[in-house]
């Protein structure tokens, strides 16, 4: 196992448009779900071998946490990891969570990268989205980071919001561009059931942009990121430099074997995944008991895992082996149109990624 994902559920509040496990009431304190933490890792670590290189704390919302919390569980999580061997601990943070005094415990602890969930710098995107925070929020945020000395920081973006014109988009990279931002994490808004944002959509109180407005909007993003000096190495990930893409994600890119922890967390261990039960007070119980609360495992095939390699890598710009596409007879056109040769490897070119979907579901 390479890395080590640490699932944290808890949130001030429900995003309408997510649809990860988290809750906004909870019964339980966050010593008795870290202390399960501890039990499942050290169950784990009776299975495997941990060759943990990265650590990455996600939610819900792991700022809602206060930071001693998390500096009394890593003072006992190197009894059994080799926290030496550990190259980058991200935790997502909310701007309205943490100030500059929480920033510097946390960089005290370990932590060396901190993915901010913005979303947007425009305070009417912001009410679109549902979001707690202001914009003020966000660049006080950004700048104790900076203050804190924080040097690997990510913010995460939304884009293709009701009514979202090229040029509000542009006006998100005039505050990227000199607040210490390393990576940038550019999603487009995707509606998932079960999400009051998928009731809002079906009864049109919500309307999503054309597919002409959204791919406007595509190349405007990419333009801007060039701009700014980000460079993309997955489908919604861009960097400054190599040195700070994501480790943690890019092995999920790579079909890595990594370990989840926590309620609803998922685990891969290049054979099969499986996935924790989302309940908080279930989980927290089973661990107690010393039983394994996995909801369900998934055992892959070999045809499987080519198919999970295939759609996980062609993610990336560095792409997959050009057999795994090749041997698919896809129509000549499509390759010369959507895809780019680098070596033995194929990659999407921009067009592709942004037909992606439809293009992976020719190949599988």
């Known amino acids: 196992m390479k890395g080590l994902y640490i699932h944290i559920p808890f949130c001030n509040q429900k995003c309408p448009y997510c649809d990860f496990f988290s809750i906004t009431q909870w019964k339980v304190s966050f010593e008795s779900y870290f202390e399960a933490l501890l039990k499942e890792l050290e169950y784990y670590a009776s299975l495997y071998t941990l060759n943990i290189k990265t650590i990455y704390f996600g939610g819900g919302t792991p700022s809602v946490v206060p930071p001693k919390v998390y500096k009394d569980f890593f003072s006992r999580l190197g009894s059994i990891l080799d926290l030496s061997k550990v190259e980058e601990i ?3 943070v909310n701007p309205e969570s943490y100030g500059l005094e929480e920033f510097i415990q946390l960089r005290e602890i370990g932590f060396n990268r901190i993915s901010v969930g913005v979303q947007s710098f425009l ?3 912001l009410k679109k989205l549902g979001r707690k925070h202001s914009v003020k929020h966000s660049l006080e945020t950004l700048k104790n980071l900076s203050r804190a000395e924080f040097e690997n920081i990510s913010v995460d973006l939304i884009w293709g919001l009701p009514q979202q014109t090229p040029q509000q988009l542009r006006e998100e990279f005039k505050y ?5 931002v390393v990576h940038l994490s550019a999603y487009l808004l995707t ?3 079960e999400t009051p944002l998928y009731r809002w959509v079906e009864e049109g109180k919500f309307n999503l942009p054309e597919e002409e ?3 406007t909007l595509y190349y405007t993003l990419l333009e801007e990121t060039k701009k700014i000096g980000f460079q993309r190495y997955e489908i919604s990930n861009f960097a400054k430099e190599e040195k700070y893409r994501s480790k943690h994600n890019l092995l999920y890119w790579k079909m890595e074997p990594f370990l ?4 609803g967390a998922w685990s891969f261990d290049s054979k099969k995944r499986w996935f924790n039960k989302r309940n908080l007070l279930t989980y927290i119980e089973a661990w107690n008991k010393r039983t394994p609360p996995v909801e369900e495992v998934i055992n892959l095939s070999e045809e499987e895992l080519l198919r999970e390699t295939l759609i996980m890598g062609l993610r990336t710009t560095e792409g997959v082996n050009k057999e795994l596409v090749l041997k698919k007879n896809l129509p000549k056109e499509i390759i010369e149109e959507f895809f780019t040769f680098k ?3 194929i990659a999407f070119n921009d067009r592709g990624f ?11």
């Open 90 to 92: 991200t935790i997502e």
């Open 123 to 125: 305070e009417e995107n």
């Open 176 to 180: 990227l561009s000199d607040l210490g």
């Open 191 to 193: 509606v998932y059931e």
């Open 213 to 215: 407005q959204i791919e």
């Open 260 to 263: 989840g922890i926590g309620a």
């Open 343 to 345: 070596g033995n490897k």
């Open 354 to 364: 942004l037909l992606s979907n439809s293009i992976l579901s020719m190949l599988i």
